[in-house]
């Protein structure tokens, strides 16, 4: 059966959220039993999410638009062009009447990619039956705060500490990723969400004055459905007030880091469940 899971995004600045969002769908050993919206405009987040699911035409749930503001008080980075691309949004249809943190509390599979704000208040939920989580998110080679972790820092702080067992993947490892001009091509070629999705790459690109990006959170799910891709390290995962993501080694730790990964194969096993999605 597929592992059901519940995603937790900030979709919309960078375009790794869509790609993650597609990555998942084009995953047949995953179910999404739901979507919550995390950082900023939330119902914004959500009408993009739903957008992407009617273009690929799929069920992926309740959309829930999450909490907007940092529980650290830390102002929210918005990048602009969130939607640009997505005429008429407003018409999109979410389930602003269901509870985000319920549903996330709910679920025993979570994916989060985007600051931890919602997962952090589904933690301390009274029984919330959360058994693992998969995320994207902090740097585990250098001390630099990612970000992710450094725009709710106080989120992050409960949900390690939170005693959950969690897979992480830091942006040490994502950036050896990249999409170059050859997959979006690829990805543009494959339909209408193809197309949906290689307008926002470029978009991005032209944000970050680039010719290229990292597949960060579509790395995280690779995580869950192709570990034997990935190198792993067990222990313990620590956050000071700054952001910056410490890892302690220990044997039966609850967390596990990805210490290491195959670039290349990484980057061709992403592509290929998006055009699996994209068919």
């Given at each position: 059966?597929?592992?059901?899971?519940?995603?937790?995004?900030?979709?919309?600045s960078d375009v790794d959220d869509a790609l993650a969002l597609a990555t998942i769908l084009g995953s047949p050993?995953?179910?999404?039993?739901?979507?919550?919206?995390?950082?900023?405009?939330?119902v914004l987040r959500a009408r993009m999410v739903a957008r992407i699911a009617a273009v690929a035409g799929r069920d992926v749930g309740p959309v829930v638009p999450g909490r907007g503001e940092p529980r650290s008080g830390r102002e929210v980075w918005w990048a602009g062009h969130e939607g640009a691309l997505l005429p008429d949004l407003d018409k999109e249809q979410v389930s602003d009447d269901v509870d985000p943190i319920a549903l996330l509390a709910g679920a025993a599979t979570l994916m989060p990619v985007g600051p931890l704000t919602n997962v952090a208040e589904a933690l301390e939920r009274p029984?919330?039956?959360i058994e693992h989580l998969y995320l994207m998110g902090g740097n585990f080679t250098a001390a630099d705060a990612e970000h992710n972790i450094k725009c709710d820092v106080a989120?992050?702080?409960v949900v390690f500490?939170?005693?959950v067992p969690i897979t992480?993947?830091?942006?040490?490892?994502?950036?050896r990723v990249r999409f170059d001009q050859a997959v979006v091509e690829r990805i543009n070629a494959a339909g209408r969400l193809g197309e949906l999705l290689?307008?926002?790459?470029?978009?991005f690109w032209k944000f970050m004055a680039t010719e290229s990006n990292a597949p960060h959170d579509p790395t995280a799910v690779l995580t869950l459905v192709e570990p034997e891709l990935f190198t792993f390290s067990s222990g313990r995962i620590e956050v000071d007030s700054a952001g910056v993501t410490r890892f302690t080694q220990e044997a039966g730790g609850p967390h596990r880091i990805v210490t290491d990964l195959e670039p290349e194969q990484v980057a061709q096993r992403i592509a290929s469940r998006i055009l699996t999605a994209c068919a």
């Amino acid at each position: 059966m597929p592992t059901s899971l519940v995603l937790d995004t900030d979709i919309g600045s960078d375009v790794d959220d869509a790609l993650a969002l597609a990555t998942i769908l084009g995953s047949p050993e995953l179910e999404l039993a739901g979507v919550t919206t995390v950082y900023g405009d939330v119902v914004l987040r959500a009408r993009m999410v739903a957008r992407i699911a009617a273009v690929a035409g799929r069920d992926v749930g309740p959309v829930v638009p999450g909490r907007g503001e940092p529980r650290s008080g830390r102002e929210v980075w918005w990048a602009g062009h969130e939607g640009a691309l997505l005429p008429d949004l407003d018409k999109e249809q979410v389930s602003d009447d269901v509870d985000p943190i319920a549903l996330l509390a709910g679920a025993a599979t979570l994916m989060p990619v985007g600051p931890l704000t919602n997962v952090a208040e589904a933690l301390e939920r009274p029984g919330q039956a959360i058994e693992h989580l998969y995320l994207m998110g902090g740097n585990f080679t250098a001390a630099d705060a990612e970000h992710n972790i450094k725009c709710d820092v106080a989120a992050a702080a409960v949900v390690f500490d939170s005693g959950v067992p969690i897979t992480a993947v830091g942006i040490d490892q994502t950036q050896r990723v990249r999409f170059d001009q050859a997959v979006v091509e690829r990805i543009n070629a494959a339909g209408r969400l193809g197309e949906l999705l290689a307008a926002e790459m470029r978009q991005f690109w032209k944000f970050m004055a680039t010719e290229s990006n990292a597949p960060h959170d579509p790395t995280a799910v690779l995580t869950l459905v192709e570990p034997e891709l990935f190198t792993f390290s067990s222990g313990r995962i620590e956050v000071d007030s700054a952001g910056v993501t410490r890892f302690t080694q220990e044997a039966g730790g609850p967390h596990r880091i990805v210490t290491d990964l195959e670039p290349e194969q990484v980057a061709q096993r992403i592509a290929s469940r998006i055009l699996t999605a994209c068919a």
